[in-house]
């Protein structure tokens, strides 16, 4: 059943031609190829050149209905004074968008202007616009909707913010609030997590909803919410009590091992202390505990279900400790701290031409010195009452925070108050409507894109433009160009086709550009064990469980658990509310795809069967859920796999907007009920520090 | 002839449903007719939960009661490959393949026709169909009969050499 290179089966077939790709609907980047005929994608795949060879996961395959979405934006826009968009050429949108900048540049500094992009490489050429030319620090991630608790404690533990799984060497997976096989991660890491099961590979999931990844766990955990920190030190201590640590690589390879020890055994981290915390019994903790150190090789790791608590950092690091110290880090079956391939910036500005900001970023006035992405939840505060200093202009490239942020009223209300807003994206998103400009984006079936994979080698995805640009609409290395252009800094933008600039990002690959062009990826050799030689890239060099950096800024310098943050239910409030994702739906971006929507159509609360008998709701009802700062109508969807006392809900759904036909009026903005949370230490947003009551409508 | 066919694995489907959605792409079916469906069903109170999800299309039986279910005769078996189809040009619509079914494959699709999963007609023998090639955990595989019977024997196999505690011990010959 191998086949190799099938792409001219399929050609022959269809009568099409191949061109790689790469998907940008989730953070994962799986490459991709694109089968096009007279400029139209009649199919989609995954690029058999790649470790996820021709899989897709159903958003991917679904995907191909945005290269042809009659809803997309086609035309540049600007609001007229009564409020209405008008299509506007390019030229003036640049010359405009121009202006504004020169003239916050003038009044208020460069740092009054702040760009916030979501996942897209080709963002380095808006880097270089915005943070090395025009000179403002605010060039940031959306990543603290998503992973900045995970991204930092992998910083601070092993000095590496994104370490990848060998699920297909593991012999113990534990996975804590991460549901790989449900809304999906890599293609090739679910593939390897269900072949490692085959071969009797445990898989122990931490959640208390019943996911999809713990449907296929021999231990499923339901803990009780936020508490996974109190879990992950109690396996700490049995482990560091038993003698079951890898004593040598603790004393190599560890910063800090004995005084953590001491730490666990002065702040009574027992397996009884995490029982009354947890829910989960004492004796399940020890078993697990001794199980893991005993089984290599291991994988402990945590994702969305971690982050969205205000103490999902101190919890990641207890979680990336407990790989440390049974020596499970960079080998085989293990996390890894995955190298990057050799690729060079697209163009270089001359050291002497680098603005040089003269405020730091926000985010460390704000009083997140630390977050690796800015607590965007903070930019009203900005916006709005200057502090910790004015924001005039704010762009958004691919992020929707009208419709993924906290508190909406309030984000509406900034918008409002803003001297220019940009959107640049491929829909009429919630937060394009309230911007002054919209620029629409090429589709990544439309334009190019050169970067880093998310295999645990070095591997570079090449994308290329499939099919021609739908409408006026433009990749954003062209759109970066055009506004440099009008800004002043045209003579660094010095490139006609994407192939220039793409050669020389690609120089230092040990392949030629015509190869990387046919293959759509390249990749080097997945080294094991790179501490061994390079030690790892804290400022110790080794895996620091004592934090050097975290003191400096005042914080606890190791893994402890703080229930301070935590929004807990009361009278009042009776329910906790956690946050998922849909296994059909990406963020707020696939509403308007058919094929998903004929999956699933709406967005729900879920209620255990017991809550919903006592409640008296049926499936299907319609019951408000209020919470200290609004209130929302959603449809209860009842379920057997979650634990009693919480509602789960999954956001996304719920345009009122023009954004598209299909999306239009469908399911719940849950939002709303959201406070603007900021996390301790990392800035994330604490979407589950929320409480709510729950009523049953009509 | 030969008789080509599915192996589904129960234990690697997820239940994304990417199967369905390549399924109606590479077939061009309209989107309300699905040839493929992945069905899940779940059993037990919290937290002692089991469940199951699996993909189904048309089985291609080797002898199909659909085809003997059709007063039309539309329904025909390929001799050298066992794909059933149907020619809608024959179909009435009357829906007694639909009753003779036993895993509901057959759709009615436009102007209330039968139409079910055609193996990827178009699809060369040795291609992956469709749903496989797309298929993140590769749940679905497809090929003649004999081959994904060996396929089955030798995944179980596999499981009982991983086995640190098996149930059964495999007796061999030679060393």
Known sequence: MSQTNTREIINDIRGTKAVPGVCIVCPWHCPTEVFVRDDKVVWVRGNENAPNATTRCVKGVSSIHLSRDPDRLLHPMKKDKNGNFKAISWDDAFSYIAEKLQEIKEKHGPEAVAYLWHLDSNEMFSQQLFSQLYGTPNWSGHGAACDQSRRLAGIITYGHPLPTKDYENSRFIMLWGEDPLGPNQSLHENRELVEALKRNAKLVVVDPYRSRTAEKAHVWLPINPGTDGALALAMAYRIVESGKYDADFCENYIYGFEVFAEHLRSNGYTPQWAEGITGIKAETIIELADEFAETKPAIMDGLKGIVNYSNGFQSLRAIFTLNAITANIDGPGCLILKEAGPLAPPLLIPEEDVAIPERPIISAEMGYPLAPDIPSQLFPKAVLEGDPYPLKALFFHIVNPAMSDPNTALFKKMMAALDLSVTIDVYMSETAQLSDIVLPEASMFERAEVRESLWSGPQVIMAQPAIACLGDSKPLYEIMKGLAEKMGYGKYFEWNTWQDWAKVATANLPVSFEELKEKGVWHGELRYHKYLEEGFMTSTGRIEIYSEVLPEYGYDPMPTFDESGRAKPDQEYPFQLINGKLQYHCGTHTQNNPYLMAIEGENWAQLSTQDARRLGIEDGDRIELTSPVGRVEISVRIVEGLKDGIVRVVHGHGFGRTMGSIARGKGTHVNPIFDSQVNHICGGIGYNECKVSVRKVG | ?175
């Not at chain 2, 694995?9 to 109606?24: L, N, P, Y």
């Not at chain 2, 009435?92 to 102007?111: D, E, K, N, S």
């Open chain 2, 1 to 175: 002839m030969s008789q080509y066919g599915f192996y589904f694995d129960k234990e690697k489907c997820v239940g994304c449903r990417a199967c369905e959605v390549a399924c109606q792409i590479w077939n061009e079916s309209v989107q309300t007719v699905k040839w493929r469906n992945v069905a899940m069903a779940v059993e037990g109170t919290y937290p002692q939960i089991v469940s199951v999800n699996v993909s189904l299309a048309c089985m291609h039986c080797g002898d199909a009661p659909c085809k003997k279910a059709c007063p039309r005769s539309a329904i025909t078996k390929d001799e050298e490959t066992g794909r059933v189809t149907v020619n809608q040009e024959l179909c009435v619509g009357c829906m007694l393949c639909l009753w003779a079914c036993p895993f509901g494959a057959p759709q009615m699709g436009i102007h209330g026709r039968m139409e079910k999963c055609t193996f990827c007609e178009d699809r060369p023998m040795g291609l992956k169909r469709a749903c496989e090639e797309i298929c993140p955990t590769q749940a679905i595989v497809s090929g003649e009969i004999e081959m994904l019977a060996n396929f089955s024997k030798h995944n179980v196999g596999n499981r009982l050499m991983h086995d640190e505690n098996p149930g059964v011990i495999l007796g061999h010959e030679g060393d």
